[in-house]
């Protein structure tokens, strides 16, 4: 098919149009991915079904190119702004079925750092994930997790940072959570440019995530792992 050709997508069947929007997603289509939504939506499809085989499918296969380099930056906060035009039909159609979100996360940038592109990132991916998202934004002091946790009681706390002077805030964090007694009840992941696996052990998160895709598949790894755990001690 020439790209003369339209692509009608009314009229292509269910299982043609999920993939045609994976493609769409992928292209950074907003315009399309909202089209497709409503297609689907009209021809009986559950808002959690639409979201889990249509988006998060589509973005799952954005984060495998990305983590392969085969898909850089710009391409990605495309596909994931498109995935956002999606999700604003489906979110208050979500919150109606009472459809649960797989895990709840915050995530900011730490104090001193006024760096966000991939912390936003990060949270379109968690998002396409299937994740609830609390952002913080940049710049946030130990006070500012802190009330954020108790407020959301997320499952997991991320923490950016792209400057080296930065970096040392999150052990403050982390230490503080201790101080508290509460690093437990919460996975903790760190990112950013200039860290590593062994800066990620050293400040004592539960892994170090090298870029948006991979810690959507951490997040999910860990909060499963920690589900299964929970269950069996139960």
Not at 23 to 35: A, K, P, R, S, T
Not at 63 to 83: C, K
Not at 189 to 196: K, Y
Request: proline share 3%.
């Amino acid at each position: 098919m020439s790209d003369q050709d339209e692509i009608i997508l009314s009229e292509l069947n269910d299982e043609e149009l999920t993939l045609q929007m994976h493609d769409d997603l992928y292209d950074g289509l907003g315009e399309e991915i909202v089209e497709g939504t409503n297609i689907l939506l009209g021809r009986g499809w559950g808002p959690d079904k639409v979201l889990d085989e249509a988006l998060v499918e589509g973005m799952r296969i954005v984060g495998i190119d990305f983590r392969d380099g085969i898909l850089f930056v710009p391409e990605v906060l495309l596909a994931a702004n498109a995935m956002k035009a999606g999700m604003e039909i489906l979110r208050p159609l979500l919150a109606e079925t009472g459809a649960e979100p797989i895990g709840k996360i915050v995530i900011g940038t730490v104090k001193g750092d006024i760096h966000d592109i991939g912390k936003n990132l990060v949270g379109m991916m968690l998002e396409g994930a299937g994740f609830e998202v609390i952002d913080l934004g940049i710049n946030n002091p130990v006070e500012a997790y802190l009330e954020a946790l108790e407020e959301h009681k997320p499952d997991l706390l991320g923490m950016s940072a792209l400057l080296t002077t930065t970096m040392p805030y999150m052990k403050v964090v982390i230490d503080t959570l201790k101080e508290k007694g509460i690093r437990d009840d919460y996975i903790v992941l760190v990112g950013g440019a200039p860290l590593n696996e062994e800066f990620g052990a050293a400040v004592g998160a539960d892994a170090y995530c090298r870029d948006a895709a991979v810690a959507a598949e951490t997040a999910q790894a860990l909060l499963a792992k920690r589900r299964l755990l929970a269950s069996e001690d139960a």
